[in-house]
């Protein structure tokens, strides 16, 4: 059975983090989707729309990753996308609490899942989108924090000329 990993998440936008956590997924599993929660208690600076064309043009040199969106129970996507393999990012211990009460909280709705944590090269560690979105509405370039495509719609839509 091909062995399918969720990463859900926000996504808004897609880090240089992020990114990291997909390429390693993608060499542990055969196939990674990365889902973008479509949460409309959390409001979000990009679109689900931009936030899924951002990831696209962001994970197109790797064959086995796709982008999906989801809304409603994460357990619940799993399910229909017959998998038990949830994959998160662990930055710092400063992650770990929550990260522990999500993982807790899908296994007692889904006694099969697994929650995967992986953690991403040590440059990324500090790396989160609300400071990057901060930082580039501030003026300062983002290239070195997120992907191309992502840097491209942060200017367009923070004005910065750099
Ligand atoms: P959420 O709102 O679900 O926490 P995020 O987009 O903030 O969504 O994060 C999705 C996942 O990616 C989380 O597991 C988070 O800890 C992880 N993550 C966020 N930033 C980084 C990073 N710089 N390096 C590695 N993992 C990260």
Known sequence: MSQIAVYPGSFDPLTKGHL????????????????????????????????????????????????????????????????RLLIRGLRAVSDMEYEFQLADMNRRLYREVETVFLMPDEQYTYLSSSVVKEVCQ????????????????????????R
């Open 20 to 83: 990291d956590i997909v390429q390693r997924a993608c060499r542990l599993f055969d196939h990674v989707i990365v889902a973008v929660s479509n949460n409309a208690a959390k409001k979000a600076t990009f679109s689900v729309a931009e936030r899924i064309q951002m990831v696209e043009a962001s994970i197109r040199d790797l064959p086995n990753a796709d982008v999906d969106t989801f809304a409603g129970l994460l357990v619940d996507y799993l399910k229909a996308k017959k998998s």
């Open 138 to 161: 501030r003026g300062a370039s983002v290239d070195a924090f997120v992907p191309p495509p992502v840097a491209r719609m942060m200017r367009r839509r923070f004005g910065s000329k």
